[in-house]
């Protein structure tokens, strides 16, 4: 009989998840979507509720993935090479919780709030996972009252989002952020977030890449000149964002047909999204009729003329391009705009895409201040998950084996009923401050531990016997090379110090620096 339920129940499971698809296809409001997702896990619930054993379905939620050791190391390279840039410009670290009261983030991120994960009533605060981890800081700044700083994070976001792990695009995933919050001159702070971007992807060695700029007076100003009314700058703002994606056709169906914009107006616009430069554009706009009657364009163009300068002074103009189809859809953007894109060699399309964003954020802080205190903000966002995919893939294609731990040495016999001398050896090592280790095995045989060090990546090897015990003595071996020499016990340490010293190129350590 229980058997005939539990089939009957997965019938219904089946149904109402057609029921749920079929609605997703016709773009039914969210709110009937909704209700028929909470039947489907309400049915769902049936089954795995009841008391006696069943199948567990063993896979990780979409848009979510398990990390392996050799992918965590390389997790850890990467983001050390990042925070390396960071703290070389002065940042500092902080940290906030992964959830917000959901009146925190909503209203902040234009279109793409439908994409904020809500949780369910806690004590009687609303919550929701964050978004991004810059709101969270505009948050951090006003409840502190802190009006200058220059900061980095690194934490795990959530967006409810169509997933599309090959590509890096993930529900969580980490975001590296560098932003400078103060009150200072003009561009000095937005072009050192562009230079930021451009010393890591330069460490990164992930080929050519292009840094796109823009600036949202310019934009305004674009839409201004254009004809775009103004209570709609922030929605077409929106379509622009999406034509790296999508061609010009498709961006300006969407303007006219779902946002009701003037087609004269659209094509107005086309004009202008298909332009990019360099310091030449900036002055050609700056002579441009149309543009000459918006204050906005005007003071977006000369405050890009000086960035373009310092960008100069900086050594990023080579890989710096003006490009006016740079929109960067966020509603919280006020003045520069930028994103880093992955060029690729043309062989696939592998790695290609956005790896980096941001801008100027002038009033989001004061969005949370009482008294609307306002605390000028720039700072960028590296796409980590996306890096970390073109790392991987890289890796790949070479057959590069990532290694995973960062044992220096490996204590091994050669004959048995040694197994505590082997405990002294590694226990006067720990205390010297090397990284060891031996087997757990009380007599292993030794080409076991020889083969295990050459999997493992471990460099040096210490063997010891009966004969070289009496004489107090070691055998300290490459394991690359397989090259021998006896070493005194009580200069081993010493020894393996020199060594590593020596061979540092060969054996690089991992950052063991505690990033998630």
Known sequence: MGDTVKTSVQDQIKEQGDVVRQLKVAKAPKEKIDEEVAKLLALKAKITSDDGPHKFTLKTPKGTRDYQPQQMALRQQVLSKIVDVFKRHGAETIDTPIFELKEVLTGKYGEDSKLIYDLADQGGELLSLRYDLTVPFA?????????????????????????????????????????????????????????????????????????????????????????????????ICS????????????????????????????????????????LELVEQLLADPKLKSSKAAQSGLESMKLFMKYAKLYNVDSVTSFDLSLARGLDYYTGVIYEAVLLGDGSSDVGVGSVAGGGRYDNLVGMFDPKNRAVPCVGVSLGVERLFSVMEAKNTATGFKQRTTEVEAYVAVAQKNLVEERMKICCDLWEAGLKVEHSYKNNPKLLAQLQYCEESGIPLTIIIGESELARGVVKLREVATRKEMEVPREKLAEEIRSWLANNKASYPILPANGLP
């Open 239 to 278: 379509s622009v964002d999406k034509l790296d994606k999508s061609p010009w056709d498709e961006v300006r169906t969407e303007m006219i047909n779902e946002k009701q914009l003037d087609p004269a107006a659209a094509d107005r616009i086309g004009e202008y999204v298909r332009l990019s430069g360099g």
């Open 139 to 235: 948050r951090y700044l006003a409840m502190n009252k802190i009006t200058n700083i220059k900061r980095y994070h690194i934490a795990k976001v959530y967006r409810r989002d169509n997933p599309a792990m090959t590509r890096g695009r993930f529900r969580e995933f980490l975001q590296c952020d560098f932003d400078i919050a103060g009150q200072y001159d003009a561009m000095l702070p937005d072009v050192e977030c562009v230079r930021i971007v451009s010393e890591i992807l330069n460490d990164m060695q992930l080929g050519s890449y292009k840094i796109k700029v823009n600036h949202r007076q310019i934009l305004d100003g674009m839409f201004e000149a254009c004809g775009v009314p103004s209570d709609k700058f922030r929605t």
